[in-house]
Every structure is written in C-alpha cells, then in structure tokens.
Nanobody
Framework: VQLQASGGGLVQAGDSLRVSCVAS????????VGWFRQAPGKEREFVAA????????YYVDSVKGRFTISKDNAKITVYLQMNSLKPEDTAVYYC?????????????????WGQGTLVTVSS
C-alpha cells in the first residue's frame, strides 16, 4: 500500500486543521493506521492510531480531547482532525500503516509510511 499525507499548513494557536492520509494500491481495512509527528530537533513520536475496523482509537496524552482520528467508510482515507492547536503541535505529521491485528504504538511496528505534511502553529 502507498500512503499520501496532505492537509498541513500554517495556522494560529487555537485554530483547527485536518490532515488526511490517502491509500492507493489497497484499502486500509487490512491495516492499523497511525499518525506520528516529528518536531524540529526531536524524535518522531506517536500521536494517534485507529484499528482495522475503525472501531477503536488511541491517542498520546498530549492530544487527547483535541485530536480525533477517523477512517472513511471506503477505508481509503484516514483523517486526523486537530482542534485547539498549540505551538507545541508544530511538526511534520506522518501517517503509517501496520499489517497487524492489534493496535501499534511504536515506529518499528509500522510497515508503510507516507511522506509527511508540515503543520505549523503560530502563537
């Protein structure tokens, strides 16, 4: 499966933004899909994940209540809706897919990666 992330941009603190991850080659119904982010000078970190069915979602504590991961009915696109953005959310956001049944939180557990989309939040 190939993944294409898009939707990043420059927003102000408190604004909302939705980034998308579109799959080609296969649908995402056979994958756990996660979003990771990498801020300048920092390591890539887990942000959110959604199970194969889309029935369960998981978030890092710093985005709980502000971010929502979802999967469309066609199982081709996974979204990350980001509300109440903060300057510390500034990063390149990557989507990734894991060929597994259980949720994955670690970079090494994911098999396929998109190219990343830059989100910049100004204060």
């Amino acid at each position: 499966v190939q993944l294409q992330a898009s939707g990043g941009g420059l927003v102000q603190a408190g604004d909302s933004l939705r980034v998308s991850c579109v799959a080609s080659g296969r649908t995402l119904s056979s994958y756990v899909v996660g979003w990771f982010r990498q801020a300048p000078g920092k390591e890539r970190e887990f942000v959110a994940a959604i199970t194969r069915s889309g029935g369960s979602t998981y978030y890092v504590d710093s985005v709980k209540g502000r971010f929502t991961i979802s999967k469309d009915n066609a199982k081709i696109t996974v979204y990350l809706q980001m509300n109440s953005l903060k300057p510390e959310d500034t990063a390149v956001y990557y989507c990734a897919a894991a060929s597994r049944y259980s949720v994955a939180f670690l970079i090494r557990e994911y098999d396929y990666w998109g190219q990343g989309t830059l989100v910049t939040v100004s204060s």
